[in-house]
């Protein structure tokens, strides 16, 4: 079967209503009645009885402007109530791509959930591009659209330019902004380090303001330049300016409230 006949026999039988695949980070786009279009090289399978369509060979699903590509997408439809079709579940197998307008996304394998509105992205490498930042992860990244959350899992990190906030979780709130969701918040949990210019930060958890460009670190803090380091219990961080501030610990006893450090001559930062 040609591309353009497999394109053909997908628009005709297959012209469902779901939500889209998010647009944006979130990979969905709300409630539409457009179709999905499905093409492929090597073919498009359709199981009536098991109410599945499978697209074999460089495979491309495409719904309004966003783009789903993979060696193999497998889409699972079921009768509605009212009458007509409707997908549920939309797998990628191999070389995965998503393409909205502002984003792009890249991994192993991936399951949308439709009727959840809840994408999962794995492999040994998932990545996440944005004109500003970069999402990298080596197990997961999870989208939720109904709960406005992203989760990256596995040595995530989140980069822009030379600053990196790196854990073993990462999760990234989102919220309407100029009639499109946007990051305003993000947490790391466990093993965290931010990575500055100059300066590394390590600590317990993480909680990043996007908008003031301000993460607050907590729990077991330490802040290395060279040989020099400083400990403390709460440490402030600009990730716009590369300026950290550490404190001690509210209330703790008079050891745990004092920032202690180690200052090596000759590589104290020159302003």
């Given at each position: 079967m040609?591309?353009?006949?497999a394109r053909?026999?997908?628009?005709?039988?297959?012209?469902?209503c779901?939500?889209?695949?998010?647009?944006?980070?979130?990979?969905?786009?709300?409630?539409?009645?457009?179709?999905?279009?499905?093409?492929a090289?090597?073919?498009i399978?359709?199981?009536?009885?098991?109410?599945?369509?499978?697209?074999?060979?460089?495979?491309?699903?495409?719904?309004?402007?966003v783009?789903?590509?993979?060696?193999?997408?497998?889409?699972?439809?079921?009768?509605?109530a009212?009458?007509g079709?409707?997908?549920?579940?939309?797998?990628?197998?191999?070389?995965?791509?998503?393409?909205?307008?502002?984003?792009?996304a890249?991994?192993?394998s991936?399951?949308?959930?439709?009727?959840?509105?809840?994408?999962?992205?794995?492999?040994?490498?998932?990545?996440?591009l944005?004109?500003?930042?970069?999402?990298?992860?080596?197990?997961?990244?999870?989208?939720?659209?109904?709960?406005?959350?992203?989760?990256?899992?596995?040595?995530?990190?989140?980069?822009?330019?030379?600053?990196?906030?790196?854990?073993?979780?990462?999760?990234?709130?989102?919220?309407?902004?100029?009639?499109r969701?946007?990051?305003?918040k993000?947490?790391?949990?466990?093993?965290?380090?931010?990575?500055?210019?100059?300066?590394?930060?390590?600590?317990?958890r993480?909680?990043?303001?996007?908008?003031s460009?301000?993460?607050?670190?907590?729990?077991?803090?330490?802040i290395?330049?060279?040989?020099?380091q400083?400990?403390?219990?709460?440490?402030?961080?600009?990730?716009?300016?590369?300026?950290?501030t550490?404190?001690?610990?509210d209330?703790?006893?008079?050891?745990?409230?004092?920032?202690?450090?180690l200052?090596?001559?000759?590589?104290?930062?020159?302003k």
């Open positions: 040609s591309r353009a006949w053909f026999a997908v628009c005709c039988a297959f012209c469902i779901t939500p889209v695949l998010a647009q944006g980070l979130g990979f969905g786009g709300g409630d539409t009645d457009a179709p999905i279009e499905v093409d090289t090597d073919g399978e359709w199981l009536q009885d098991q109410q599945v369509f499978t697209a074999r060979g460089d495979a491309v699903a495409v719904r309004g402007d783009a789903v590509h993979a060696d193999l997408l497998r889409a699972y439809y079921r009768t509605k009212g009458g079709t409707e997908v549920w579940r939309l797998d990628a197998e191999g070389n995965v791509r998503i393409i909205a307008p502002e984003e792009t890249f991994a192993d991936g399951v949308y959930d439709v009727e959840n509105g809840v994408l999962v992205l794995s492999g040994t490498k998932v990545r996440l944005t004109d500003e930042d970069e999402i990298v992860a080596d197990n997961q990244l999870e989208y939720w659209e109904k709960k406005r959350m992203a989760v990256a899992r596995g040595n995530a990190y989140a980069i822009r330019g030379e600053r990196r906030l790196r854990a073993d979780v990462l999760t990234a709130h989102f919220r309407p902004f100029e009639g969701m946007r990051v305003y993000v947490e790391a949990f466990d093993n965290v380090y931010v990575v500055l210019e100059d300066d590394t930060v390590t600590a317990d993480a909680i990043y303001n996007v908008d460009g301000i993460a607050t670190l907590t729990g077991s803090v330490k290395t330049h060279g040989e020099n400083l400990n403390g219990c709460v440490a402030e961080v600009d990730l716009g300016s590369g300026a950290s550490l404190k001690g610990c209330g703790a006893g008079k050891d745990q409230s004092r920032v202690r450090g200052i090596v001559p000759g590589q104290v930062r020159k």
